[in-house]
């Protein structure tokens, strides 16, 4: 049961400072990665034992420092205002890494997934060392920005998939996604002003998926979203709940951030029944929707004609 259940049934500030002891104490000492509570100023609350295994630091050296302190000059700005971004905005995780100060004064790079809870004004941290042999597969597949799947986890899965739906007579509906207008947003609010939209719309994506994973980031403002079972129909539902998340404009520094998109979609296997040929298909369909403009979407068919 979440704080805010817990508020709405009426529980006493007491049971609710008790629960959320309960279930932090739990979070950080039985996680096996890197865990850490920080207020909205930035001071360390909290850390797990695991922060002496990577970083060398102590529980006691960690608590009531402030970030900064571990974090190099060139990405302090950077860092700071993803953290401030969450607040402010809808999105309520995001996932960045930098370099982290360890004891020895050697860096090394830490992917951070960030949870704000506003009922606490704290920010909950689950903090993963890319150096760790552990954690190699998952920076391997993964998106570092976004934390999403990468190409090389998207044609790892798509043979199965593609199977699947051919041995239960299912369609499985491939989709390439451009932000379009994306540069501008680089051009005009700066390159961190793009990360932080990037990581926004990943979420707003996963959100329109029955499974989460099936999103991943392909390039720079380019995604790959997978549903199945899912025919002709209900792709074109996804396609217009897919537009409509995009389409929601977000504040970022004070300034307004609005995106389309572009959308080209294959199904498999009838309209391929190969991982390449799919994503040649809907590549294709992707690039005769960009001749139509903003918030465009093309289906492709198995005689590579488009509508």
């Known amino acids: 049961m979440d704080i805010r259940t817990l508020i709405e049934e009426g529980a006493s500030g007491e049971q609710i400072v008790r629960m959320f002891s309960i279930e932090r104490y739990a979070w950080m000492t ?22 002496q295994r990577a970083s060398g630091h102590s529980q006691e050296t960690l608590t009531g420092k402030y970030l900064l302190e571990f974090i190099d000059f060139e990405n302090r700005e950077r860092i700071l205002a993803s953290f401030q971004h969450l607040i402010i905005s809808n999105a309520a995780t995001t996932t960045f890494a930098f370099p982290f100060r360890c004891a020895d004064g050697e860096f090394k790079r830490f992917n951070w997934n960030v949870l704000y809870s506003p009922d606490f004004e704290v920010f909950f941290c689950t903090v993963k060392d890319l150096s760790d042999v552990n954690n190699i597969r998952h920076v391997a597949y993964h998106d570092t920005l976004t934390g999403l799947p990468n190409r090389l986890y998207l044609s790892e899965i798509l043979p199965d998939l593609i199977a699947s739906a051919k041995q239960h007579n299912e369609s499985l509906a491939f989709l390439l996604l451009d932000l379009h207008e994306f540069k501008q947003i680089n051009d005009t609010l700066g390159h961190h002003a793009g990360d932080i939209l990037l990581q926004v719309m990943a979420e707003r994506l996963r959100q329109c998926l029955t499974n989460p ?5 392909l390039g720079s403002a380019k995604f790959a979203l997978l549903q199945t079972p899912c025919d002709r129909g209900e792709a074109l539902r996804l396609v217009q709940e897919i537009i409509a998340a995009v389409n929601q404009p977000e504040e970022i520094n004070g300034n307004e951030a609005h995106v389309g998109a572009i959308l080209g979609i294959a199904l498999a296997p009838s309209d391929a029944d190969t991982p390449t040929a799919i994503m040649e298909l809907a590549d294709h369909a992707l690039e005769a929707a960009r001749r139509g403009g903003e918030n465009s979407a093309v289906f492709a068919d198995s005689a590579g004609t488009f509508e």
């Open 213 to 217: 994973e099936y999103c991943a980031r």
């Open 30 to 51: 039985l996680s096996y990665d890197m865990v850490i509570v920080l207020d909205t100023e930035g001071n360390i609350v909290a850390v797990n034992t695991a922060w």
